[in-house]
């Protein structure tokens, strides 16, 4: 019997709102560090009024050094993967709970796998002869079906999946916030030698890196909070599966929030059932970006071997 959860699956909407503040939050630190700078870059004009290779890189090298001394944005995007993270694995448990009380097993030994085992173990003795020597035929054909056994088993869950996917995200998400950054000194630097083919005096100078940042950092600020909600959604899902799966959970029904956002590709998967094995076009809920749908788990009774508490499901 397949069946699914009657309680409601969530979106971590606050996770992801509060992921943005985190990230816009950033990008007006860095402004804030910029300006502080502008009385050094317009040093550096001066200095170089006679054009020197390489001198706004290195004026922009120094910015980039005090963004990374003053603003600890690795500690945030670690602590919001370890948020992500306890919220998914409360709610997958709150799920199961729901349905069959106590904790998932996470790709230890099903009752129904257990019981499995446990009647062909009754037959081992049969690979032993008369004088309990091991007939060669009959160990090879129990090893056969042990590995069937085995591999139809959930997937072990371990840490080290998880250290995996944290490690990825980070790094991904240190790479999107750099990129911001990098598109701002470029502007800086542009800006930097704009101004000394121009030779204006100091202060128009100041004004001018003062507007270019300013402008920036309105452009970053959307850039950072779209970052923020992509990335949570994406590593909602990815956790959303690995949790599934190690449960022994290999469908999946397709759930929208059923509003006018929602696009027409997923409105068109709304209630509809999906292997996490095979991704539909345009990849699992939660993948495409600012998605917020979500994927309500569809339980296998006979695999998992547990019976649900009555009126928590619905059957498929
Ligand atoms: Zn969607």
């Known amino acids: 019997m397949l069946i699914y959860p009657k309680v409601k699956i969530q979106y971590p909407m606050s996770l992801e709102r509060e992921y943005a503040r985190e990230l816009v939050k950033y990008t007006r630190k860095v402004r804030d560090i910029c300006i502080k700078r502008i009385p050094f870059m317009v040093e550096a004009v001066a200095a170089n009024a006679i054009h020197k290779d390489e001198w706004t890189e290195e004026t922009t090298d120094e910015v980039e050094s005090d963004i990374e001394e003053e603003i600890a944005i690795a500690a945030v995007i670690l602590a919001m993967y370890n948020r992500i993270r306890i919220w998914n694995t409360r709610q997958q448990e709150k799920v199961f709970q729901s349905m069959f009380g106590g904790k998932p097993t996470r790709g230890q030994m099903t009752p129904a796998t257990l019981r499995k085992i446990g009647e ?4 081992t003795p049969d690979f032993y002869d008369k004088e309990g020597k091991i007939i060669p035929e009959k160990l090879k054909l129990f090893q056969q079906k042990y590995s069937e056994i085995v591999k139809a088993l ?3 869950i371990s840490q080290a999946d998880y250290d995996k996917i944290r490690e990825i995200w980070v790094n991904r998400n240190m790479e999107l916030i750099r990129s911001i950054d990098r598109r701002t000194m470029e502007s800086i630097r542009y800006t930097l ?4 083919i121009k030779a ?9 890196l003062k507007d270019t940042i300013v402008r920036m950092t309105e452009v970053n600020e959307k850039r950072a909070a779209l970052i923020a909600c992509d990335q949570v959604g994406k590593l909602n899902s990815q956790l959303v599966q690995l949790e599934q799966m190690s449960q022994g959970v290999e469908k999946y029904k397709w759930q929208t929030m059923e509003d006018s956002r929602v696009r027409p590709q997923h409105q068109s998967y709304n209630q509809k059932d999906f292997s996490w094995s095979e991704p539909p076009d345009g990849g699992h809920p939660g993948w495409a970006i600012r998605c917020r749908c979500v994927a309500i788990p569809l339980y296998d009774t006979d695999k998992i071997g547990l019976q649900p508490k009555a009126g928590s499901y ?3």
Request: glycine content about 4%.
């Open 154 to 156: 959930p997937k072990v």
């Open 200 to 208: 204006v005096d100091n202060k128009t100078v100041a004004a001018e």
């Open 120 to 123: 062909f173990i009754g037959q």
């Open 193 to 196: 030698s704009e101004n000394i």
């Open 314 to 316: 619905k059957k498929v």
